[in-house]
């Protein structure tokens, strides 16, 4: 099982739906984020979970934004996994045979000079 972090921050200023949507998006392109919601009594609480995020560095880039940002908590969260379906314990060898390809067709471009005796120097 992997474990996950859920984050749980306090974004000041963040009274409006345009604000928590804002806020929302700067935690959804942070490397690692899984899922971003809102909670909170007055829905001033950013709960981000993920594997590897850094929250330090997603509060300071909320911070920059809200100019105000505080980690509240983080915890470790399992995550449930997928059953893993059993190896085979033999080895199958699938044989993939190149035959030759000629490279591809491409058209050639000439230039052919109308004057081959001028000189461009005047």
Sequence with gaps: ???????????????SDKCRSKAMKIAAVCQGVESVAVEGESKDQLV????????????????????????????DVKKE?????????????????????????YPSCYVYDSYPNSSFFF
């Design 1 to 15: 099982m992997s474990m996950t972090k859920k984050i749980v921050i306090q974004v000041h200023n963040m009274g």
């Design 48 to 75: 981000v979970t993920g594997d590897g995020v850094d929250s330090v560095c997603l509060t300071n880039q909320i911070r920059k934004k809200f100019r105000g940002a505080s980690i509240i908590s983080v915890e």
């Design 81 to 105: 996994q997928e059953p893993q379906t059993e190896e085979p314990s033999f080895t199958t060898y699938h044989h993939h045979y190149d035959y030759y390809r000629p490279p591809p067709y």
